[in-house]
């Protein structure tokens, strides 16, 4: 099956799969579904629901395009969610936790702010 793979700093992406995925693994493993997403309407992005967009855009359940345009997302906000998982896990995308997390990778802020 192919991917739906966002290149970080820019929008290129490998081609559409042909067909669309009906299931895919979600961020615990089990499946999801189209009708499993959270709702287009969410305004509250518990880092479960950020962690199921990024699974069903990663695995071919949503193109990119479709999933901002669905969640009224940018571009750089959704990218900002796949980066934090790949770097942190699913916890990383607590919004309490970011600051930990900005200040971890850049050592010019210290820790003393």
Known sequence: ???NRVKYG???RSPRPATRASAVAGPGGKPLTLEDLPPPETKRWVSRRKAEV???VRHGLLSL????RRY?????EFL???RLIENHGVPGLRATRL???RHASRPDLGSDL
Do not use: G, H, K, R
């Open 65 to 68: 395009e479709d999933a901002c």
């Open 1 to 3: 099956m192919s991917e």
């Open 99 to 101: 600051q930990d997390y």
């Open 72 to 76: 009224n997302l940018s571009v750089e």
């Open 10 to 12: 820019s929008t290129s």
């Open 80 to 82: 900002s969610w796949q």
């Open 54 to 56: 990024v699974a069903a």
